[in-house]
């Protein structure tokens, strides 16, 4: 048995993380750039180290998860977002139940509340915020941006919804009481049910074909019918019809 194998094998038994449904030569390459960096020689040796060290690993649990986001990412996607999803489904249900699964740092969720506020009051809305990796989680609850990450926010939303203080932009309390967060493993865990509108982007791609199966799957038991999933845009799914959805605009799927 190889020692990669193995490696999966304890850290499932451990975490409940099974890194088979992880794409091989992707992760592998990522935590043998990490374990060489910290001096050890191979899985094994790589594993007793994280077994007996709780900052190795919660470093190899955030190096395993990808981190990259930013605020209205692929903007144009956000405009049909705010343009024909959401009155498309405040018009079936005035209070949305709205789930950011694998939020990353926070930029997804609070997007998505900036959004939906010109639809609805900050006190009508309430997101779920999930990711795997309790982190990035803590430094979504601080709200604390750099610069760049904010290039794609509209001037209007960037006066309202946060503080300059200097390098960094601060999000304002009122829309980081409307996101609820959370950890949860998308492979593992138990997802709730009845959404209107699930957000997942930018993920996928780093996960099996076995995995995206069932994560499509649970996605789609997860929406209530006529609810909408929203993926990243190099996530097109060719199948929809496979997992109960029909393509409702390019990235944006309607559970039938």
């Not at 499932?12 to 088979?20: H, N, Q």
């Not at 997804?108 to 779920?128: F, G, T």
């Not at 990796?133 to 609850?141: H, I, P, S, T």
Request: some cysteine.
């Amino acid at each position: 048995m190889s020692d990669y194998i193995d490696f999966i094998s304890k850290i499932k038994k451990k975490t409940g993380i099974d890194l088979s449904l992880y794409k091989e030569a992707q992760m592998k390459r990522r935590l043998t750039s990490l374990y060489e960096k910290r001096g050890f020689r191979n899985f094994s040796d790589y594993y007793t180290a994280i077994h007996n060290d709780k900052e190795l690993l919660n470093e190899f649990l955030d190096r395993m998860t990808i981190n990259v986001s930013e605020f209205y990412r692929n903007a144009q996607r956000w405009e049909v977002l705010d343009k024909k999803i959401f009155p498309m489904l405040l018009a079936q249900n005035k209070k949305l139940k709205i789930w950011s699964a694998a939020c990353s740092t926070g930029e997804e969720p609070y997007s998505l509340a900036m959004v939906l506020s010109s639809h609805v009051p900050l006190r009508d809305i309430s997101i779920l915020a999930t990711d795997l990796d309790a982190g990035v989680l803590e430094r979504a609850k601080v709200g604390l941006y750099q610069e760049r990450s904010l290039k794609e926010v509209p001037k209007n939303i960037l006066d309202k919804y946060f503080i300059n203080e200097g390098q960094h932009y601060q999000v304002k309390d009122e829309i980081k009481k409307t996101v609820q967060f959370k950890q949860q493993n998308l492979l593992g865990d138990p997802y709730g049910s009845n959404f209107d509108l699930i957000v997942c982007r930018n993920v996928m791609i780093y996960f099996t074909e076995e995995a995206k199966d069932q994560i499509y799957n649970d996605f789609s038991k997860a929406l209530k019918p006529g609810g909408i999933l929203f993926v990243g845009s190099t996530e097109q799914i060719f199948n929809p019809s496979k997992y109960g959805f029909e393509s409702e605009e390019t990235f944006f799927y309607r559970k039938l």
